[in-house]
């Protein structure tokens, strides 16, 4: 059967071999070395680098288990596998010679499109991206991984999976950046889950509870969310703009009010809504962080607790963890050498990601029980040495700064 006939529906396994010579496996593709990734069909993207790469399959929208098979009978091997845009899936997998290690990880896939409103009805046929989107993989019709370290890898097969799915609305403290050295705690947030349920990052740049809704993007959301999916949400940065009139609410009648329409939306669909408080900027004043985002923070514990929706509380965890650092250090979890003071790298999104990890165990224990053991409990005022943090870097790299927080 023709691969592009393969992937007009998916309803099997996709099988792919792609260590070089390894003979293929029954009803598996072998993938040479160099295979340029062709629309409808499979392929590496451009950009890769000695064995580290980026590989392509065309698919439906839909949540996906992927499972790899790492190693090299004559060789070891080190491994990080990203998915989609930067989405970490696992982190730093370590074969020694002759030893092969397989791993699965659910990767969720969507794309811009939205079905048709019926005649006369207000909405539209897509959501409304950024041209800063362009060319993203978070919003494209194939599923994409990168390879990353010093990878061998053997075989990658893709299947259909039915898991419930966590969504994630928010802002760029949130999304899944698209190029180095950013990164925010969404992306990272999949490498602490086992493979039973899905990670959607909707986050996007520069949104706010406005924002997310005028785009489209929270009806996108809406489409997809089914009984006993989860939706994180997250606003605030954006929101306290009062330079931005369009999109500003104030903390006490408007943000309130903008979260408990989410809260009824996502309720309305059998979702479970739970609000997360924004990390706080690293604004240090003697040595302690001023707080920028108090009184939204406040509201939203209110909100949650009148609601009697699970909150993550997230902006003392952050207050706590650049304290423990102390302002020298705390720098180095952050974008653009530091001079940026509200987004992240690597190594802070990774650690927010602990902390939002911790903050589900504690208040969505239903969703907590998918967490790998060791990613339940995270203390931000005793974290690890910044140097253990290391993160293969993704190929993509910027010097631009996120647009909007």
Known sequence: MAMLAMLAAVTGPLLFDLAPGAPPRPESVAVAEGTAYRPGSHGYEPGGRDRERLFS?????????????????????????????????????????????????????????????????????????????????????????????????????????????????????????RAEPAASWGQMLPALFRPEVAIANHAESGETLKSFVTELRFDKLLSQVKPGDWVLIQFGHNDQKAEWPQTYVDPVLTYPAWLRTYIAEVRRRGGQPVLVTSPERRNFDQGRIRHTLADYAEAMRKVAAEAKVPLVDLQPATIALYEAYGPAEAAKLFNDGGRDKTHHNNAGAWLLARAVAAGIAEAVPNLGAHLFPDARSFDPAHPPAIDSLVLAPSLTASSERPAGS
Not at 83 to 108: C, K, W
Not at 150 to 164: G, H, W
């Open 57 to 177: 399959v065309a698919v439906p929208e839909g949540n996906y288990r992927v499972t790899v098979r790492l190693g090299d009978a004559s060789a070891g091997s080190r491994t990080t596998v990203k998915a989609e845009s930067r989405r970490l899936m696992l982190r730093d997998v370590t074969t020694a010679p002759g030893q092969f290690v397989t791993a699965s990880f659910i990767v969720n896939v969507r794309t811009a499109a939205l079905a048709a409103p019926p005649a006369n009805a207000p909405g539209g046929t897509a959501v409304r991206l950024k041209s800063r989107e362009a060319g993203s993989y978070a919003w494209d019709d194939k599923l994409t991984l990168e390879f990353l370290g010093d990878p061998r890898v053997q075989r990658v097969t893709i299947e259909p999976a039915t898991v419930p799915t966590v969504f994630l609305a928010g802002d760029s403290t949130v999304t899944d950046q």
